[in-house]
């Protein structure tokens, strides 16, 4: 069960509450991202695949630069890491290593200088919703993880349908917990779709002119 003060706001105290698995959604993302990039010719058989997956879409129209459809892409992307916490987190660090490698191996497909300009926009609110996404991951998985050993003390002399419902409700507050990151996750997720839907190409025309 969360121990929430008084004191504390919506944010500040999702914040506190979450701090460590912010930080490690943080590093993880990346410190990918940082492989991804410095690795690139290492990587680039298994990268480069999915690299050109992603071209292929593009082209194709799968992967429309509108807002709602670079916002359900990344959505997809997003909900994979976060309910990769039913799987005790190993899928939700796969998803965020996955991500980070792939964000940063693209940066070396084009000039750097212009993968900044272009990306830079969008690309803050993205890595941010991913991160949280990250974060409400790992906080399914304690919620599953303390769910877990109460149901290993259970007692037989007590009613086992009441003390599964007591062990549910006692962690419940896990659960609403990371469905409020998630919620949040979205929410940046959104926003990024809609400023690299309609304003990211547009500055970076912008700001090229002026080097």
């Known amino acids: 069960m969360l121990k929430k003060e008084k004191y504390d706001g919506f944010f500040g105290g999702l914040y506190r509450?979450?701090?460590?698995?912010?930080?490690?959604?943080?590093?993880?993302?990346?410190?990918?991202?940082?492989?991804?990039?410095?690795?690139?010719?290492?990587l680039s058989p298994?990268?480069?695949v999915m690299f050109g997956e992603f071209k292929r879409?593009?082209?194709?129209?799968?992967?429309?630069?509108?807002?709602?459809?670079?916002f359900f892409n990344?959505?997809?992307?997003?909900?994979?890491?976060?309910?990769?916490g039913l799987t005790f987190g190993i899928f939700?660090?796969?998803?965020?290593?996955?991500?980070?490698?792939?964000?940063?191996y693209a940066g070396t497909q084009f000039p750097l200088g212009d993968y900044?300009?272009?990306?830079?926009?969008?690309g803050i609110p993205e890595i941010i919703g991913i991160i949280i996404a990250g974060a409400a991951g790992f906080r399914l998985t304690s919620c599953i993880y303390h769910i877990l050993e109460g149901l290993t003390h259970m007692k037989k002399d007590i009613s086992m349908r009441n003390q599964?419902?007591?062990?549910?409700?006692?962690?419940?507050?896990?659960?609403?917990?990371?469905?409020?990151?998630?919620?949040?996750?979205?929410v940046f997720l959104l926003l990024a779709a809609f400023i690299e839907a309609n304003i990211s190409i547009t500055w970076g025309n912008y700001i090229k002119t002026l080097t």
């Open 17 to 42: 509450r979450n701090e460590k698995f912010l930080i490690l959604s943080t590093a993880i993302l990346l410190i990918s991202i940082f492989l991804g990039f410095a690795l690139a010719s290492v």
């Open 46 to 48: 298994i990268l480069g």
């Open 57 to 70: 879409k593009a082209v194709q129209g799968q992967i429309q630069l509108t807002t709602l459809s670079i």
């Open 74 to 84: 990344n959505l997809r992307v997003s909900l994979f890491i976060y309910l990769g």
């Open 92 to 104: 939700t660090v796969l998803f965020l290593l996955t991500n980070g490698l792939f964000i940063g």
């Open 116 to 122: 900044i300009i272009f990306t830079i926009p969008h």
């Open 164 to 186: 599964f419902k007591y062990i549910l409700e006692l962690n419940s507050d896990e659960f609403w917990e990371s469905l409020k990151l998630m919620g949040i996750a979205v």
